[in-house]
């Protein structure tokens, strides 16, 4: 390709949208990763909940932060 292409508005305009585009997804990655932290405990909760309605016998977890694991991006999409 040559200098001129680099120079041009279409090329500006491409990399003006990707930067707005990286931008954007580096935004709602943060966001969901700092939400994530906030609410884990609460996720791990309803969840337990959530499972104890379903069956006869309680589930009763001793220790919630090291017996239970969540993770948003480990297994994206499907937060687990």
């Known amino acids: 390709m040559n200098k001129e292409f680099f120079k ?6 491409i990399r003006k949208v990707f930067i707005i585009t990286i931008t954007v997804l580096a935004f709602f990655t943060i966001i969901i990763a700092i939400i994530g932290s906030i609410y884990e405990k609460t996720v791990k909760s309803l969840i337990i909940n ?4 379903y069956l006869n ?3 009763q977890v001793k220790d919630v932060e090291k017996d239970i694991t969540f993770s948003v991006f480990r297994k994206f999409p499907y937060a687990s």
């Open 8 to 13: 041009s508005k279409s090329f500006k305009k």
């Open 57 to 59: 016998t309680e589930i």
């Open 50 to 53: 959530e499972i104890n309605k």
